[in-house]
């Protein structure tokens, strides 16, 4: 761990050669987090928490993976792969190892985002602090499960950026596409439908928490949507239960990953 | 020691490792030799934990690589053929960070550290970046890796690839001195002359198949019983050649060359004395008479076709 601080500091604070341009994305980050907190204090009162913590998880949703696209295709990459695999150590060990790194990272990330979160919440008039923590667990377990998909993506091919494409390529296909064609194909759906059909789509849970709040504080939502109760509690249910699958499949992919055979094209595992 | 018992490893249709089989001790240096493709790093690999053997087993200090794979990488250092480095790491970071991940306790660490770099020659990179060192020194580097947790076998796959002369002088010295410190060293590579300097013994594989194996001058040996003696002349080569076919001792004799004779011989230095008496009692005019002595090189060629799998 101390490591990594120390490569991060040479990487991001260096400010010279070829470390300029990360030192550059780093004074961008800042310069538009210090935005996001002068708009909430500008905005005092006006601004809901969960509007800041549906744009958390879409943060996150492109965050994770590029900072965890390269966890194990890297190592692979450079050939520093079978260095771990010789060592007193599981695959479990390796994985949960990376996935942990990767919880810390987003850990600080989260802690600045908590700033204009609770901020916002304590001025904000109509603050519900059950359905923001609730809304905070779903965007933190969101976030949980998009690591866990990327480490197993990152464990099951060799490039890093393969790794990046397919990850984030796949969560647009399945967050976004997919429910939006079968949105459009059904045509003219009951509410109820349509919230099955985005269910597991965090942003649309957030704006569902955001929203009842707002306009329906009874049973179901006036458009003949699923209950409240569906909002929530289950999403985070499923968002931890799908990261320890993910992570699980990520172990057991590395058991065939040590035989690098398996990566070679059809004609050269012939020849090898 | 290091008992490879029968190692097998099959790739659907491929065998490409078939039954090799030696034991080695504590200061062996195993030079193992065979061309591209021959099963060299398949069989480290199998030694290494990172495949598993079709069937067969290799045993560790009595640790089984099938059956207690931790136990046996715990006890190896494991050099591959490729190898890389991370970036923005200083040399000393890296060693920590292996040093860790091998459980060497945290109050040793530095020490240790200070110890391998010393034995590889890289104190005073200690605060270098990794990736700012020359391939010979990250060769050293990754050497002193595999040696933070002062392992009983050291498995090296073509360790001096890509090194200039100097630097591969400098690994045969650390290899050398490894074998000195008790450790089994196994060396891959190709190149002959490399491995024929500082390894006591070792195995030319083909194929999968383990063609020769045991100390380097038993296997010369082998391969060539008799005293090989080259002689030449500055004249009458082919009547030189009739008169030695007769000569006690000689087992057969051929002209390889204008005026140079190749004997096949048995006899010792006295006799070998007294056919250079004969000879110019003879009136042939020799200019030299020399033993030739068959090398690591001579051996394979002899042993190898060079198919490959």
Redesign the interface.
């Known amino acids: 761990m101390l490591?990594e601080i120390?490569?991060f500091r040479?990487?991001y604070l260096t400010f010279s050669g070829g470390n300029t341009l990360n030192s550059a994305i780093l004074a961008i980050v800042l310069v538009s987090y210090a935005g996001l907190i002068l708009v909430v204090f500008s905005g005092k009162g006006n601004f809901p928490p969960l509007g800041i913590v549906m744009f958390q998880a879409v943060l996150i949703t492109i965050f994770a993976p590029g900072m965890l696209h390269g966890a194990i295709a890297g190592?692979r990459?450079?050939?520093?792969w079978?260095?771990?695999?010789?060592?007193?150590?599981?695959n479990a060990q390796i994985v949960f190892g990376k996935f942990l790194g990767a919880l810390a990272a987003l850990g600080v990330a989260f802690g600045f985002l908590f700033v204009p979160i609770m901020f916002a919440a304590v001025t904000y008039l109509n603050t519900n602090w059950a359905d923001l923590f609730q809304g905070e667990l779903v965007s933190i377990t969101f976030a949980v499960a998009i690591c866990a998909f990327t480490l197993l993506i990152s464990a099951r091919v060799r490039r890093p950026f393969v790794a990046l494409g397919v990850t984030l390529g796949s969560l647009a296909m399945i967050l976004i596409v997919i429910p939006g064609m079968l949105s459009s194909l059904v045509g003219n759906i009951s509410g109820a439908i349509e919230d099955e059909i985005w269910l597991l789509n965090p942003i649309y849970v957030l704006a569902k928490l955001l929203d009842h709040r707002r306009y329906d504080y009874g049973g179901a939502y006036d458009r003949g949507g699923l209950s409240n109760h569906v909002w929530g509690w289950p999403q985070i249910g499923v968002y931890l239960a799908l990261s320890a699958v993910l992570l699980r499949w990520g172990v057991l992919t590395l058991k065939f990953a040590?035989?690098d055979?398996k990566f070679l094209p059809k004609g050269q595992?012939?020849d090898? | 020691m290091l008992e490879v018992k029968n190692l097998r490893k099959e790739y659907g249709g491929l065998t490409a490792v078939q039954g090799v089989s030696f034991n080695l001790h504590p200061g062996d240096i195993f030079g193992f030799i065979g061309s591209n493709g021959a099963g060299k790093t398949t069989t480290i690999r199998m030694i290494s934990t990172l495949l598993e053997p079709t069937s067969g087993t290799a045993l560790l200090n009595g640790a089984d690589i099938r059956r207690d794979p931790m136990e046996v990488r715990r006890m190896l250092g494991y050099m591959p053929d490729f190898f890389g480095l991370y970036d923005d790491v200083k040399v000393w970071e890296y060693l920590d960070f292996f040093a860790a991940i091998y459980q060497v306790p945290t109050k040793k660490r530095a020490e240790v550290i200070d110890n391998v770099l010393e034995l590889t020659d890289l104190t005073v990179k200690k605060q270098a970046f990794v990736q700012s060192l020359s391939r010979g020194m990250q060769q050293r580097l990754c050497l002193a890796r595999c040696l933070v947790h002062d392992p009983t076998l050291l498995l090296l796959d073509e360790p001096a690839s890509g090194l200039d002369p100097r630097a591969r002088a400098e690994l045969k010295e650390l290899i050398a001195e490894l074998g000195r410190m008790g450790k089994i060293v196994i060396v891959s590579s190709h190149i002959l002359p490399e491995l024929a300097d500082f390894c006591n013994t070792v195995g030319i594989i083909e194929r999968g198949t383990l063609l020769a194996c045991g100390p380097v001058d038993r296997i010369v040996k082998e391969m060539q019983p008799n005293r090989k003696l080259k002689v030449s002349l500055i004249r009458d080569g082919s009547e030189a050649t009739l008169a030695i076919r007769d000569m006690p001792f000689v087992l057969g004799a051929q002209e390889s060359g204008e005026n140079e004779i190749s004997v096949d011989y048995t006899g010792d230095h006295e006799a070998q004395a007294d056919l250079l008496a004969d000879l110019i009692k003879r009136n042939f005019r020799v200019i030299t008479i020399q033993e030739d002595f068959a090398d690591l090189e001579d051996v394979f060629m002899k042993l190898t076709t060079g198919a490959v799998n």
């Open positions: 490591i120390h490569r040479r990487r190592e990459e450079r050939r520093s079978e260095l771990l695999l010789v060592a007193p150590i599981s040590e035989n055979v595992k012939e090898a």
